[in-house]
C-alpha cells in the first residue's frame, strides 16, 4: 500500500471513531426491574437437587423449575448462542441469556466458552460442548434472577447453622422472633374447611427445625408420597396446614 493510501486510511479511521460502549450500552428497563423486584420479594433460592464430584449443585431442570413462577410477573428468558474467533484465530462459543418481560424490555448477559475447554478424549466433542451449554446455562440462569443455592428444600436457618454462625446473624434472627427464613412465607390463600392455615412464626419454626435433622430426606419422601405423590418436588410453601405439621413432627420424637 502506497503511503498516500496509508494516510487515507489513517484519516478515515480518526474520523469515524468508533464509540466503545455501542454494542452494550443499557437501555433503562423500569418494567422489568419492578417485575423481577417483585419476583425476589419471595423468591431466594434454588435447591442443590443433584450430586457431583465436588459436592451438590443445582441441576439445569431445577434452575428452571425455580424461576418458573417469575411468569406470574411477566418475566421470560431463552438462551442464545453466537460463534467468533479470538485474536488467535481460534472458535469462541458466546452463550448469551436473555432476560425479557412482557413489555419488550430484556437485558442480556454473555458468556465466552472456549472450544478447548470442551476438548475430550474419551468423549464426542459435541457431547463436551454439550455439557458446557448445560454448566453454563444453569449458572446464567441463576445469576439472572438473582437466585442463590439452597441446601434443601426448606431453605432456612437450621438450629446448627444458628449455633456454628459466627456472624451472629441467626441467632440474633431467632432470639428477636424476626423471620429465621431467607423468602419464603406462608401462602396467603384461605385453608379450605376443616383444616387449619400455619401461622407464619410456626411455618419458619417448622421448617428451622426440619433443617436440623440428618433424615430430613427421608421425613419429606413420605410427606410427598403422602400428600404430594403426583408431584416432582414438593416445595417449602407446600407444607402449609397443622396437619402437615402433625404428620412431619410424628417423625421428629
Known amino acids: 500500500m502506497s503511503e498516500q493510501n496509508d494516510e487515507q486510511t489513517w484519516k478515515l479511521v480518526e474520523s469515524e471513531p468508533i464509540e466503545s460502549n455501542r454494542i452494550y450500552k443499557i437501555k433503562p428497563t423500569p418494567k422489568l426491574a419492578k417485575a423481577l423486584a417483585q419476583f425476589q420479594k419471595v423468591y431466594a433460592n434454588a435447591v442443590r437437587d443433584a450430586a457431583g464430584n465436588f459436592g451438590s449443585y443445582v441441576s439445569l431442570a ?10 406470574e410477573h411477566g418475566l421470560c428468558h431463552t438462551f442464545i448462542t453466537e460463534c467468533s474467533t479470538d485474536a488467535k484465530d481460534q472458535p469462541i462459543i458466546w452463550m448469551i441469556c436473555r432476560l425479557m418481560h412482557e ?9 465466552p466458552i472456549v472450544t478447548e475447554w470442551c476438548e475430550n478424549r474419551n468423549k464426542n466433542k459435541y457431547f463436551s460442548i454439550g455439557s458446557a451449554f448445560t454448566y453454563t446455562r444453569r449458572y446464567m440462569l441463576l445469576a439472572a434472577y438473582g437466585l442463590g443455592q439452597a441446601d434443601d428444600e426448606a431453605d ?7 449455633e456454628t454462625d459466627n456472624t451472629g446473624k441467626a441467632k440474633k434472627a431467632r432470639n428477636t422472633n424476626s423471620p429465621i ?3 419464603a412465607k406462608v401462602t396467603p390463600t384461605l385453608a379450605p374447611e376443616g383444616k387449619t392455615k400455619l401461622s407464619q412464626d410456626e411455618f419458619d419454626l417448622l421448617r428451622a427445625e ?3 435433622r440428618p433424615d430430613k430426606a427421608d421425613i419429606m419422601k413420605n410427606f410427598k ?12 410453601t407446600d407444607i402449609e396446614f397443622k396437619e402437615h405439621e402433625a404428620y412431619i413432627r410424628k417423625f421428629m420424637v
Open 62 to 71: 431445577e434452575a428452571e423449575q425455580a424461576v418458573s413462577p417469575a411468569t
Open 103 to 111: 413489555s419488550g424490555e430484556f437485558i442480556d448477559s454473555r458468556l
Open 156 to 162: 432456612a436457618w437450621s438450629q446448627k447453622a444458628a
Open 181 to 183: 427464613n431467607s423468602g
Open 210 to 212: 426440619l433443617n436440623s
Open 225 to 236: 408420597k403422602t400428600y404430594f405423590p403426583s408431584k416432582d418436588k414438593v416445595l417449602a
